[in-house]
């Protein structure tokens, strides 16, 4: 009833060939958007801007990121955070080199060197599969971090050996740094996010995206048909590790505000791998599911207790909190080990034959 | 409809009554880490601290006769979760307390927008001296730098430090390389040499390859910042590679009881220096025990109780109470705004007459803070360990901030033109 796609007929391949051909789809697509763009910045408060909203997305455009790499062209990657971290020390001296530059364009830009790194790293990845391949990228998330420690031109030589984001305007209106308001840096996330959201499910479905496909199915089937397994492989490296870049420089210009390199270390990977795979290798929407469960969940549960009054020690609240987020993370993954969004999927089909299953 | 207006009304009366109900107390939260990797360390010191408070709470009625609301945020010492609090906190927090050296770096720029005091006793960043600059931010009463500076003095003391070599075993992070621009300059000018060895994140309970270096290049003394699992995989590495304990000198934060307890008697004559000192027979520790242990409201034990974190974390809570009183005293009101606390923590005076008043004696320095020197310049005392808790060996050092406070005001100075525009105070004129 609510969803039936009986009678949306189609009459022009353009029509056909749309983001989403189904009417409800495309519905609930704008609500999420007017929510996203309208509502949420009206009513937000800045705890939520600060450790709801921004954060989700940003974790969910990383996931985005290591989906290409590893859920459209099956090359598992473990140097996650090491790629970020590339995107966000770029980020910093092109800010601290050329403080002229428009922020927005810095962080756009910052994605490139990490895409640069991501393809070098990539490399191996024509030689070497599966298990082998992670341990390669494994080998990049330490060779970076400790890069990122080493290398003081990076930190402009700080004592601390910490980058600090200075504030930095765009036409009088503060985006970065201490200065800026979170609506504003919320603005600026969003639009990037949605920006590279579109961008990737584009490329998803058309050419880049089969010989991704093909290439993750099977690589010699895939090389066999003619493509070429080298450009399929290190463009997937270069597209993945341009968005985890630019993921990485929001990450700290737009949220964190200053940044040691151990937060690139290899925790920071393994949690945004496991957004993408609670969320479902292959899919865009279920990164964005990922990094709800996996990030706003604990925060949303932490504030519980104190709102129903109930006097707990804030320890013993993060120790529980640990246990049900883990609890609620194999309880997801044994009902539908394909992930949130294979859940969504289901969902939906059943809601299109409802309420007349057959 | 009309049970809903009432019900309205009821809610709104309600609202306004715990509104004014929590108007009426003193909210500090303190962003502790009672779980994840460096618990160990942050649960004697958190305990001290919330200790302090309830004896208060329970003895005076709180302070100026309004009750501290001394709440917990639990962090686990990360950075992400500590910024999570900072936002949770501060619509009603006077004080914020950020415990990591990761999380006032982040929290720091904030405060000097949101205008609350930060109260980093004894970490935190050590330019933080420079109160115009850092107008909120806290770091009484003694910074890394006196520290280091303390250390060296302590060495002179016993013999001239020409063409000595001094191993300096640091976390590689910036909390352990803080000092070392202080050491860089006075090795220049006392003519030893100075031998940094970081020890990373990851290899702090595995220290052979450093300490391996340490044999090889043989120094005379070796000083350690070291944090967490870094102390006592040092120590024991010390011990197991014989190098004479008393050549061993730390920072406070590596004078942590339980560290010292795995070697117990070979760890004897290792040094640390501190700013405060367990003192059983002071007046607040027989306070505390009726008021707080006996009551039952301490999540303590005695042992940690006797141990150097937990009496500090008591000296770090009183700082501030004191810091509060003064502000009440000032503001003419015991409700008192972030800015009031702001004008209280500059205007300490610890004599020691207010250091027995508030019976506190000999577990504190006395110190005096004021609108351009937030630090306060405590100084300290060496301790040792003398095979089963820690003594003091020497008398109260006094760091002699003059031959770095250009270093100072040089630091402050690029910290506040890196993140311009920063407000800094111009009404202090000292």
């Not at chain 1, 496991?274 to 865009?284: D, E, T, Y």
């Amino acid at each position: 009833m609510l969803y039936r796609t009986a009678g949306q007929f189609k009459t022009s391949y353009k029509a056909d060939q749309a983001l989403f051909p189904v009417r409800q789809d495309a519905i609930l697509l704008m609500i999420i958007l007017a929510f996203a763009w309208v509502i949420f910045p009206l009513t937000a408060s800045e705890f939520a801007f600060q450790t709801l909203l921004i954060p989700i997305m940003i974790y969910a455009l990383a996931a985005l990121g290591l989906n290409i790499l590893t859920g459209y062209a099956g090359q598992l990657s473990l140097g996650t955070a090491a790629f970020m971290g590339v995107g966000a020390y770029a980020c910093y001296k092109m800010v601290t080199l050329m403080p002229w530059m428009n922020p927005i364009l810095a962080i756009l830009l910052s994605g490139v060197f990490s895409a640069g790194v991501g393809v070098a790293f990539g490399i191996p990845s024509l030689r070497i599969k599966g298990f082998y391949l992670a341990i390669a990228t494994l080998a990049a998330q330490f060779f970076l971090v400790w890069l990122f420690e080493k290398w003081a031109w990076l930190y402009n030589y700080n004592a601390s050996g910490a980058i600090q984001v200075p504030n930095l305007e765009i036409f009088g209106l503060y985006v970065a740094g201490p200065q800026a308001s979170s609506v504003t840096q919320y603005f600026v996330v969003l639009g990037i996010v949605t920006l590279l959201t579109l961008l990737c499910i584009n490329l998803t479905r058309g050419n880049l995206g089969r010989t991704w496909k093909a290439t993750r199915d099977m690589d010699i089937a895939a090389e066999l048909i003619g493509i070429n397994l080298m450009k399929s492989k290190l463009t997937a490296f270069a597209v993945s590790s341009y968005i985890v870049g630019v993921a990485g420089a929001l990450f700290v210009f737009m949220w964190r505000g200053a940044a040691e390199p151990n937060l690139f270390d290899i925790p920071l990977s393994f949690r945004i791998l496991f957004i993408a795979i609670i969320g479902g290798l292959g899919s865009i929407l279920g990164n964005y599911l990922g990094a709800i469960l996996i990030v706003g969940l604990p925060v949303v549960l932490g504030t519980v207790p104190a709102a129903l009054g109930i006097p707990v020690s804030s320890a013993m609240i993060e120790h529980l909190n640990i246990m049900i987020v883990g609890s609620l993370i194999i309880f997801f993954l044994i009902i539908e080990p394909h992930g949130l969004a294979r859940l969504w999927a289901l969902i939906r089909e059943k809601l299109i034959l409802w309420p007349f299953p057959h | 409809m009309k049970h809903f207006s009432k019900l309205a009304i009821a809610t709104v009366v309600a609202g306004i009554t715990a509104g004014s109900a929590m108007a009426q107390e003193l909210y500090t939260p303190n962003l502790s880490y009672r779980t994840g990797p460096f618990a160990a360390t942050g649960i004697p010191l958190m305990n001290g601290q919330a200790d302090y408070m309830a004896m208060l709470n329970a003895r005076d009625g709180g302070i100026g006769g309004i009750k501290v609301n001394f709440e917990e945020c639990e962090t686990g010492y990360s950075t992400e979760k500590g910024a999570e609090c900072y936002e949770k906190t501060k619509d009603r927090a006077i004080v914020t307390q950020p415990w990591s050296t990761g999380i006032t770096l982040q929290v720091l720029p904030k405060t000097n927008i949101d205008e609350i005091p930060i109260l980093a006793p004894g970490y935190g960043f050590s330019p933080m001296m420079d109160g115009k600059t850092f107008q909120w931010a806290f770091n009484t009463p003694a910074g890394y730098w006196d520290a280091a500076d303390m250390i060296v003095q302590y060495l002179e003391g016993m013999e001239s430090l020409e063409g000595k070599k001094i191993a300096f075993l640091h976390l590689d992070h910036p909390y352990g390389k803080e000092p070392i621009p202080l050491f860089e300059q006075m090795a220049e000018e006392k003519g030893f040499e100075l031998v940094p060895i970081p020890v990373g994140l990851k290899e702090m309970q595995n220290q052979s390859a450093q300490w391996l270096q340490i044999r090889r290049e043989r120094p005379d003394y070796v000083v350690m910042w070291g944090w967490g699992a870094m102390n006592a995989g040092a120590i024991t590495e010390a011990v197991k590679t014989k190098f004479p304990m008393e050549n061993m000198i730390g920072v406070w934060w590596a004078s942590h009881d339980a560290d010292l307890r795995i070697v117990g008697e070979d760890g004897k004559g290792y040094k640390a220096i501190s700013w405060s000192f367990p003192n059983p027979d002071a007046p607040v520790m027989a306070d505390l025990k009726t008021h707080v242990v006996d009551t039952g409201m301490t999540q303590s034990n005695p042992e940690e109780m006797s141990g150097v974190f937990y009496n500090r974390g008591l000296i770090i809570s009183a700082i501030l109470a004191e810091g509060i009183r003064v502000a009440q005293e000032h503001a003419g009101k015991p409700d008192i705004s972030p800015s009031d606390l702001r004008w209280g923590l500059e205007n300490i005076d610890m004599t020691p007459e207010r250091i027995s008043e508030l019976g506190l004696d000999g577990m504190v320095p006395p110190f005096k803070t004021t609108c351009a020197d937030h630090t306060g310049g405590s100084g300290g005392w060496m301790l040792e360990w003398d095979g089963a808790k820690f003594v003091q060996v020497s008398d109260h050092l006094v760091p002699n901030t003059e031959a770095y406070a250009a270093l100072v005001s040089e630091k402050a100075k690029e910290y506040a033109e890196a993140n311009a525009p920063w407000p800094v105070n111009e009404t202090c004129e000292m």
